[in-house]
């Protein structure tokens, strides 16, 4: 019972810190192999269901019961709609600038008809089209608001005896059994400096954003993310035919793993330190010769660039990955170790984000 909540507290510790020590109190430097291993450490980033809470349920539960606490009965709780708002008010100076130009122009001495005429047509174009992505902006932003209010529903929401509908243990769970997502663009964040939030910063600035919601199987559960705070610019391949409305449907997807060759190209120019992501087909990562019935992905997680130039597999869940090595023989991927190339074809990725 001691050790168990030593572990616990251990995790809900970490929740609010953005820097790690190892087990003699040393600072871990950024970019180092301990710093990826730590990051993406199944201990704080776990997924698997148990009995007692742990990995993920953990700093979730924790961050839910800091905001019930912060904002009793959700009062003073408002949306960070600032980026949006931002973007909005640019579009709206373009177009006053815009509208000056046009009157100005069209008071010009000089001009003929046709010039005129054309000057205005171009103009107007103009202005129709910033109008047109500032509109697509406030609809975007309209819809952050309605997301934000959806988690602040569940979180939040009482009934008549005024007690939440919903506990911070059971959004904790539902939360846990499917926030790769969210969570793999927390750790890609920090490995690849693009973010010094702790977990519990990052993931209520998630909330507030409306860049994370209930989802459709869990709807109890913080975890569709809408990728505004997302850990990565690109996507490989930029196109493919991956459904992607449901869980059920991409699990579904019948069509083919990337090759190795394509994965190394997309990986060439990473840097020690750094972690792309990948979306996963998991389901057969335990027995080499499966045949999948469920053959599309279904998880997010990382890979990361060592110290010395090798991919090293970052899956936060622990799983291991079985496969047959050149010779025939069945050999085993653990987390945090160099993937060799007889591995690549059984861990089945579909997508990387970089």
Request: glycine share 8%; net charge neutral.
């Amino acid at each position: 019972m001691k050790a168990e909540m030593a572990v616990y507290n251990r995790i809900a510790d970490r929740t609010f810190k953005n820097s790690y020590t190892d087990e003699n109190g040393n600072a871990i430097k950024h970019g180092s192999d301990k710093f990826l291993e730590t990051l993406a450490e199944p201990e704080f980033n776990g997924q698997n269901s148990t009995k007692k809470p742990d990995g993920m349920e953990i700093p979730v539960k924790v961050v839910i019961e800091y905001m019930r606490s912060k904002y009793p009965d959700g009062k003073g709780y408002a949306p960070n709609l600032a980026p949006w708002n931002e973007r909005i008010a640019t579009h709206k100076e373009n177009l006053h600038e815009l509208n000056v130009e046009l009157k100005t122009g069209l008071q010009k001495e000089g001009m003929s008809d046709k010039e005129r005429k054309s000057f205005q047509k171009d103009m107007e174009k103009k202005i129709a089209s910033e109008s047109n992505k500032m509109y697509a902006v406030e609809l975007e932003r309209r819809n952050r608001m309605e997301e934000f209010e959806k988690s602040s529903n569940l979180i939040f929401g009482k009934n008549s005896k005024g007690e939440y509908n919903v506990s911070s243990s059971e959004i904790a769970k539902q939360t846990k059994a499917a926030i790769c997502r969210a969570d793999t663009n927390y750790y890609q964040n920090r490995a690849n400096a693009r973010m010094e939030a702790s977990f519990g910063e990052y993931f209520m600035n998630k909330i507030e954003m409306g860049d994370i919601r209930p989802g459709t199987d869990q709807k109890n559960g913080l975890v569709w993310d809408k990728g505004h705070l997302k850990g990565f610019e690109n996507t490989y391949p930029p196109k493919d035919d991956i459904p992607t409305a449901t869980f059920d449907a991409s699990n579904a997807y019948t069509g083919e793993p990337l090759s190795h060759d394509y994965i190394q190209q997309v990986t060439a120019n990473m840097k020690p330190g750094q972690i792309v992501q990948v979306w996963t087909d998991t389901d057969g990562y335990g027995n080499p010769d499966r045949v999948n019935v469920k053959p599309g992905p279904n998880h997010y997680y990382g890979f990361g660039m060592n110290q010395a130039g090798q991919l090293i597999y970052l899956n936060h869940t622990k799983q291991p990955v079985q496969y047959y090595d050149a010779n025939g023989e069945i050999r085993t991927l653990e987390f945090k170790k160099p993937i060799p190339k007889e591995a690549w074809p059984y861990l089945r990725v579909f997508r990387i984000y970089k």
